[in-house]
């Protein structure tokens, strides 16, 4: 049976005091480092998934600042059509991997590593958001 559908995932992009980043390494493919996220359960908000799989994947109780932007290319995943709504949250604490999380780990901006999917695209956004206030282009 072939997928009808995009499936509906979260990520976080979680900031932490100190200004830096956290990114899980992922244990299962696509291999890689990548924001903490996941697929929504049935049933649940999407504030809820955001917050259970930043603290499933990286340990940290986060709070979600604002919903970013939503990412729906269709190529964005390997392994399926998702659409990812994407939070800005911030928490306290240095992350520990765990979950489908082999490692996580806080980056600074200025050293952050290859990103799995599209998150490089997204962590751009991000930057440039807080560093200008301008947010992505509707469609992009």
């Known amino acids: ?27 299962n493919p696509p291999h890689g480092w990548a924001l903490p996220g996941g697929f929504v359960d049935a049933g649940e908000s999407l504030e809820r998934a955001a917050i259970r799989e930043a603290k499933e994947e990286t340990g940290l109780d986060v709070e979600l600042l604002e919903q970013f932007h939503t990412y729906g290319d269709p190529a964005r995943d390997p392994r399926m059509h ?11 604490g240095e992350p520990r991997g765990g979950d489908d999380a082999k490692e996580a780990r806080a980056f600074a901006w200025e050293e952050l590593p290859s990103l799995a999917f599209d998150h490089a695209r997204i962590l751009a956004d991000v930057r440039r958001y807080l560093e200008t206030g301008r947010r992505p282009a509707a469609g992009a």
């Not at 049976?1 to 244990?27: A, G």
């Not at 998702?82 to 306290?92: D, F, H, K, N, Q």
């Open 1 to 27: 049976m072939s997928q009808r559908n995009p499936f509906p995932t979260v990520d976080c992009v979680i900031l932490l005091p100190d200004r830096r980043i956290v990114l899980i390494e992922r244990k």
């Open 82 to 92: 998702t659409i990812s709504v994407v939070y800005l949250a911030r928490a306290e």
